[in-house]
């Protein structure tokens, strides 16, 4: 009995029918996701690192999908290039470069004069320091005070050569006692 | 100068397809030297039996690039060595498509706000 019941119930879910349609075809997220990622190109390695990105690196050549959707004509030139590649023109043969890759070594390797940017940058803004630095010299200065005036200075210079400072190699080594002068 | 001997197996392989074709071009060129002859000429054998003419300039480009700042004593006479091949199967030396100058100028992904 129970038996009979499990034998019906399973020929009912048999009998049920498979959604097909949108429901059937969307059965494959994440191939979805790269389909919306990179649009109709084709995956034709495993690139970098398994990822169907495309990529100019000099280091890795052949990056894991071609840079152009298949159109027409590209499929057309795949058909040619099954054939003998010196039947294929200069225009045929660069299209199919072109259809694989962006930019071809020299052009991804060129110098992008990036360098006088951020030199000018750096110099410009080196430039705002300094005219802060003016800026704070000018504002914050105070007079001298008065020990700097001329006759002050001479009394000090007097006192050192009195104290004898520095004899041997220094300032009064250049100072005459008996003459009370400059050695000559 | 080891000469990969696997590499020239690998490439050899009558049923290869497009993905070790790849696979085996970009392993090659992580080593650290540029690629013997008879492992360039096996893998320019191979591109053409994939049927794909644009792998087989980027792979010279490539080794190219991987000659480094020897470039003018190595790569004239690796175009040399591989050139009964390069003759045979019709494929152009980037500078032979004028590949060796830019053509063509993009904007770099990064640069764009």
Same mark, same amino acid.
């Given at each position: 009995?129970?038996?009979?019941?499990?034998?019906?119930?399973?020929?009912?879910?048999?009998?049920?029918?498979?959604?097909?349609?949108?429901?059937?075809?969307?059965?494959?997220?994440?191939?979805?996701?790269?389909?919306?990622?990179?649009?109709?190109?084709?995956?034709?390695?495993?690139?970098?690192?398994?990822?169907?990105?495309?990529?100019?690196?000099?280091?890795?050549?052949?990056?894991?999908?071609?840079?152009?959707?298949?159109?027409?004509?590209?499929?057309?030139?795949?058909?040619?290039?099954?054939?003998?590649?010196?039947?294929?023109?200069?225009?045929?043969?660069?299209?199919?470069?072109?259809?694989?890759?962006?930019?071809?070594?020299?052009?991804?390797?060129?110098?992008?004069?990036?360098?006088?940017?951020?030199?000018?940058?750096?110099?410009?803004?080196?430039?705002?320091?300094?005219?802060?630095?003016?800026?704070?010299?000018?504002?914050?200065?105070?007079?001298?005070?008065?020990?700097?005036?001329?006759?002050?200075?001479?009394?000090?210079?007097?006192?050192?050569?009195?104290?004898?400072?520095?004899?041997?190699?220094?300032?009064?080594?250049?100072?005459?006692?008996?003459?009370?002068?400059?050695?000559? | 100068?080891?000469?990969?001997?696997?590499?020239?197996?690998?490439?050899?392989?009558?049923?290869?397809?497009?993905?070790?074709?790849?696979?085996?071009?970009?392993?090659? @060129?992580?080593?650290?030297?540029? #690629?013997?002859?008879?492992?360039? $000429? +096996?893998?320019?054998?191979?591109?053409?039996? =994939?049927?794909?003419?644009?792998?087989?300039?980027?792979?010279?480009?490539?080794?190219?690039?991987?000659?480094?700042? @020897?470039?003018?004593?190595?790569? #004239?006479?690796?175009?040399?060595? $591989? +050139?009964?091949?390069?003759?045979?199967?019709? =494929?152009?030396?980037?500078?032979?498509?004028?590949?060796?100058?830019?053509?063509?100028?993009?904007?770099?992904?990064?640069?764009?706000?």
């Amino acid at each position: 009995m129970a038996g009979r019941l499990l034998a019906l119930s399973a020929r009912s879910i048999k009998a049920r029918p498979v959604p097909l349609g949108a429901a059937g075809a969307h059965s494959n997220p994440a191939l979805d996701a790269t389909r919306a990622m990179i649009g109709n190109r084709e995956i034709v390695g495993y690139g970098m690192n398994g990822q169907p990105h495309y990529y100019d690196r000099s280091d890795i050549p052949l990056p894991a999908i071609r840079w152009k959707e298949a159109t027409a004509d590209i499929k057309c030139l795949r058909e040619k290039e099954k054939g003998d590649w010196r039947q294929l023109s200069m225009e045929e043969k660069k299209a199919l470069y072109r259809a694989s890759f962006k930019l071809t070594y020299s052009e991804f390797k060129a110098p992008t004069g990036e360098w006088k940017q951020i030199v000018g940058a750096s110099l410009m803004l080196v430039s705002v320091a300094l005219w802060f630095y003016m800026a704070v010299r000018v504002v914050t200065r105070v007079p001298l005070p008065d020990s700097f005036s001329e006759e002050k200075q001479q009394a000090q210079l007097r006192r050192i050569l009195d104290l004898h400072v520095n004899p041997i190699t220094g300032l009064s080594s250049q100072w005459d006692y008996e003459k009370d002068d400059w050695k000559k | 100068m080891p000469i990969f001997h696997r590499f020239i197996d690998f490439f050899n392989r009558p049923d290869i397809d497009g993905w070790d074709v790849r696979q085996g071009i970009n392993d090659i @060129l992580m080593f650290d030297m540029v #690629p013997d002859p008879k492992v360039v $000429i +096996a893998a320019l054998y191979a591109c053409r039996r =994939v049927n794909d003419y644009a792998i087989t300039v980027r792979f010279l480009e490539a080794v190219k690039n991987k000659c480094g700042s @020897l470039e003018s004593q190595i790569y #004239p006479w690796m175009i040399q060595e $591989i +050139a009964p091949v390069l003759c045979e199967l019709g =494929v152009d030396t980037p500078e032979g498509l004028g590949y060796d100058q830019p053509e063509l100028h993009l904007d770099s992904v990064f640069d764009m706000h």
